[in-house]
């Protein structure tokens, strides 16, 4: 049996492991209200991540990136909720594409000059904004320029093709993986990622494993309005190696974090004992 797994079924955790959970929102959510304010969140989203054995999560902020929201108030939260938990949360600011493209650039410029260099979008709860669409090329510009990560909820195939081809040195990572049509991007596309977090017949991951390799797949919980173990069981229960599943639990995001600046110095020795 995967030692991984012979330690997570005796609830011993993940005991040695570097483990990032990338698909973390905090914050307030117009039906699930996560954490009442800046003082709750940090410290039970230390308590939850040290009982789940998880290092460090990604922190996406709450519902104010729904359309009709200040995603400006949403980005405040983030950005408080690193400055408390600095080695544990790394933040990914968002914005919202059907603003003006000059308040657009404007907060970006704001959350990176503040330490950000990760992005989260999810034009497709913000009247569907294509994901090509002119605001969001100027976002991926702005990224690329400065070597941010992105990530979305979704991205339609065609865009993903196209924008990853656009900007080869840009890291993309779609979210809600559960198998199915993007296995042939994240193969064919070296700077494109998927975050596993879904709900997916038996056997998705695997099969995504033997379609693109292990190294494209990133541990993610959508906690919390998830609890973070559920990120942690379909990779455990896996049919992978453990060589595999440690870089899905943790190596491949470090790596990507540390590439854009994002990896704090606690990750980045543990990333050099376990790499």
Not at 75 to 86: A, G, K, Q, T
Not at 113 to 119: H, N, P, S
Not at 154 to 166: N, P
Not at 187 to 199: F, L, P, Q
């Amino acid at each position: 049996m995967s030692e991984i797994l012979k330690n997570w079924i005796a609830g011993l955790g993940l005991p040695g492991l570097l483990v990032i959970d990338g698909h973390i929102h905090m914050g307030e959510w117009r039906h699930a209200a996560t954490f009442a304010n800046a003082d709750e969140a940090a410290a039970q989203s230390v308590a939850a991540m040290d009982a789940t054995g998880i290092d460090a999560c990604c922190v996406q902020s709450g519902g104010y990136m729904f359309e009709g929201m200040d995603y400006r108030l949403g980005n405040d939260f983030l950005l408080e909720l690193c400055r408390r938990v600095p080695d544990r949360l790394i933040g990914f600011a968002c914005v919202n594409p059907n603003d003006s493209r000059g308040n657009i650039l404007d907060e970006l410029s704001r959350v990176y000059d503040a330490g950000i260099r990760a992005l989260k979008l999810i034009n497709d709860y913000q009247e569907r904004y294509p994901g090509d669409g002119p605001n969001l090329m100027a976002v991926y510009e702005f990224a690329a320029r400065r070597g941010m990560i992105v990530f979305n909820h979704s991205w339609r195939q065609d865009v993903i093709e196209k924008i990853s081809a656009a900007f080869p040195d840009t890291t993309f990572i779609f979210g809600h993986y559960g198998g199915g049509w993007p296995d042939a991007v994240l193969k064919e596309r070296a700077n494109v990622y998927a975050n596993i977090w879904c709900v997916a017949p038996l056997g998705w991951l695997d099969r995504g494993i033997a379609n693109a390799g292990a190294g494209k797949f990133i541990l993610g919980s959508d906690g919390f309005l998830n609890p973070l173990s559920v990120g942690i069981g379909p990779v455990a229960f896996a049919q992978a190696s453990d060589a595999d599943k440690r870089s899905i639990l943790g190596l491949t995001m470090a790596r990507l974090l540390e590439k854009a600046g994002a990896l704090p110095d606690p990750l980045r020795r543990k990333l050099k004992e376990n790499d």
